[in-house]
């Protein structure tokens, strides 16, 4: 069984910083692209940031320049480092990623979510 589990939402003021992490626990083999999530109250989810095995990122307009995703292999940990926080970043912030089980087996997986509020 393979498990995501996010930390490090909570309130911050605007301009503020916050620092999410996931780990990914379990029977992990290996762990491709690993992403970061959002979705505000009566919103669709939307991507923020994502991050391939080998490092590469790209990140949602809104949030470029702002918020910088990284990836620890060894600790099977990524991270969303999120600076100059606005009021519209209020969401549920979910990790995603790719987990290889076994040589055969590739599935996607997702957190539970981690809440991130922004007042102003």
């Known amino acids: 069984q393979v498990q995501l589990v996010e930390s490090g939402g909570g309130l911050v003021q605007a301009g503020g910083s916050l620092r999410l992490s996931c780990v990914a626990s379990?029977?992990?083999?290996?762990?491709?692209?690993m992403g970061w999530y959002r979705q505000a109250p009566g919103k669709q989810r939307e991507l923020v940031a994502m991050?391939?095995?080998?490092?590469?990122?790209n990140y949602a307009d809104a949030v470029k320049g702002r918020f910088t995703i990284s990836r620890d292999n060894a600790k099977r940990t990524v991270y969303l480092q999120m600076n100059s926080l606005k009021p519209e970043d209020t969401a549920d912030y979910y990790c995603?990623?790719?987990?290889?089980?076994?040589?055969?087996?590739?599935?996607?997986?997702w957190g539970q979510g981690t809440p991130v509020t922004v007042s102003s």
């Open positions: 379990g029977r992990v083999l290996s762990i491709e692209n």
């Open positions: 995603n990623a790719d987990i290889r089980s076994s040589y055969l087996l590739l599935r996607n997986y």
């Open positions: 991050i391939t095995s080998g490092g590469s990122s």
